[in-house]
């Protein structure tokens, strides 16, 4: 019995993302979900397609290519994603961290984004809630924000209409093996044959691999989000702050830090949506499979949120809630071909970056299950490289 081109595992927005990119070539794609659609980290984040957050070099220009292609998403996919390029600032609170972003903004715009500097009151002239003390802020025109949730059904949506299958409630229970490659695949108790499979399971993948003698580096990395009251249009772009930055890409640095806030990673993510009610985050954290708020969590996040706009502190909280972020250990997904395998692959590990990084992720690894090549190389991204040597905290092992 022939069975699917491509068998897509997990419903989040990297494999509905996949899915769509793989039909839109004219493959024949089935996406096994275990649950519902978007039901995992890709409906408890925020929405920032934002670019300045991105480290300069290959993290940036994958960034920005996926960036172009959300521009024309909402007509392609013909679903309203909610995108709005509203520009981003990344707010900075002291003096000593002027240095540190200027270095960071330089390489930023050598690799082409639009970013500029934006000192004292000309930073409050474009937002006039901001604190008095606030410094000044890096601000990029090309930032953008999108409604998560929306982009997922969008693109499961778009990829049904182009023939592929979509299957929710239905969980990937073991890889079959005829040699070096997956015969087939055994789902909700069913047995099917694969051409190919991919694996887009989020924080889930290591559970997969392990069974087959291969240890990823990846594990879930905790966020808090606190969700205010509706209230009338206070600002008008995106929001991070310097210290987002460091949280993100050094936790080192922060472990040993006396501040509470710093110890839990809290950085400023802030957008006012549609309805007026402010998403603010939020926390970066390693405390396995926890996805609950902690009242400490959330007593930072609102600290910081409202010493950086303080009309904040005249609004009520309504909701919080968490997300499992999926860490790498050099903050960048593996996209490529298990090794030892020929037709396994990953698209998994995408942090805090996957929304913004589900069209390019798509469509590069639709390109290289279809053809064996990619339009943007995938070498930094390899599944293999912290076994290759890359020794940042973690190991892949493969053992036959
Ligand atoms: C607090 C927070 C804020 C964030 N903010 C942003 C942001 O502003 N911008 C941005 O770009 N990113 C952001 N992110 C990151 C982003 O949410 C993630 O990178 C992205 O959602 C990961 O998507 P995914 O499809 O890989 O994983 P998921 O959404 O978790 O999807 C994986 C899917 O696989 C399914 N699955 C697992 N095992 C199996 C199995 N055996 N069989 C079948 N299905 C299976 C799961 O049920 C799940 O639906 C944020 C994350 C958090 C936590």
Redesign the pocket.
């Given at each position: 019995m022939k069975g699917p081109d491509v068998v897509v595992?997990?419903?989040?927005?990297?494999?509905?993302a996949v899915t769509y990119y793989l039909a839109k070539q004219g493959a024949d794609v089935l996406l096994?979900?275990?649950?519902?659609?978007?039901?995992?980290?890709?409906?408890?984040?925020?929405?920032?397609?934002?670019l300045q957050s991105k480290s300069p070099g290959v993290h940036l220009a994958l960034a920005l290519a996926s960036a172009e292609l959300y521009r024309g998403l909402a007509d392609e996919l013909d679903w309203d994603i909610e995108y709005r390029n509203c520009g981003g600032l990344i707010v900075i609170e002291r003096e000593e961290e002027l240095p540190a972003m200027r270095t960071f903004m330089a390489k930023q715009q050598a690799i082409g984004l639009d970013v500029r500097l934006l000192l004292g009151d000309e930073v409050r002239r474009l937002e006039p809630a901001l604190a008095p003390h606030i410094v000044g802020a890096t601000y990029s025109p090309q930032d953008s924000?999108v409604n998560?949730l929306q982009v997922?059904l969008g693109f499961a949506q778009a990829a049904r209409r182009l023939g592929a299958r979509v299957r929710q409630g239905?969980?990937?229970?073991t890889l079959r093996r005829a040699g070096a490659r997956v015969s087939a695949v055994v789902?909700g108790g069913e047995e099917i044959p694969a051409g190919a499979v991919v694996l887009?399971?989020?924080?889930?993948?290591p559970?997969?691999l392990t069974p087959l003698g291969v240890e990823l580096p990846l594990r879930p990395?905790?966020?808090?989000?606190v969700v205010t009251e509706p209230a009338p249009p206070l600002v008008h772009h995106i929001f991070l702050c310097a210290r987002y930055i460091a949280a993100k890409y050094h936790p080192e640095l922060l472990a040993a830090a006396e501040d509470e806030a710093l110890r839990l990673g809290v950085g400023l993510?802030l957008e006012q949506t549609g309805s007026g009610g402010f998403l603010i985050?939020?926390?970066r954290e390693f405390v396995g499979w926890d996805k609950r708020t902690t009242p400490l969590g959330i007593r930072e996040i609102v600290r910081h949120a409202t010493r950086i706009l303080p009309a904040l502190a005249q609004l009520n909280a309504i909701r919080t809630f968490?997300?499992?972020?999926?860490y790498t250990p050099d903050g960048l997904p593996f996209l490529g071909p298990v090794p030892g395998w020929e037709n396994l692959y990953i698209?998994?590990?995408?942090?805090?970056?996957?929304?913004?990084?589900?069209p390019i992720t798509g469509r590069l690894m639709a390109e290289l299950i279809l053809t064996g090549r990619t339009s943007f190389p995938l070498t930094d991204f390899a599944v293999d490289r912290f076994a290759r040597g890359k020794d940042q905290g973690g190991q892949l092992k493969v053992t036959p």
């Open positions: 595992v997990g419903g989040g927005v990297i494999g509905t096994l979900e275990r649950a519902e659609l978007g039901g995992e980290t890709s409906s408890a984040c925020d929405g920032f397609v934002i924000q998560p997922v239905v969980p990937l229970q789902a887009c399971t989020g924080v889930f993948t559970e997969l990395r905790r966020g808090q989000l993510a985050g939020s926390t968490a997300g499992l972020r999926p698209a998994a590990g995408h942090e805090g970056d996957g929304i913004a990084l589900a």
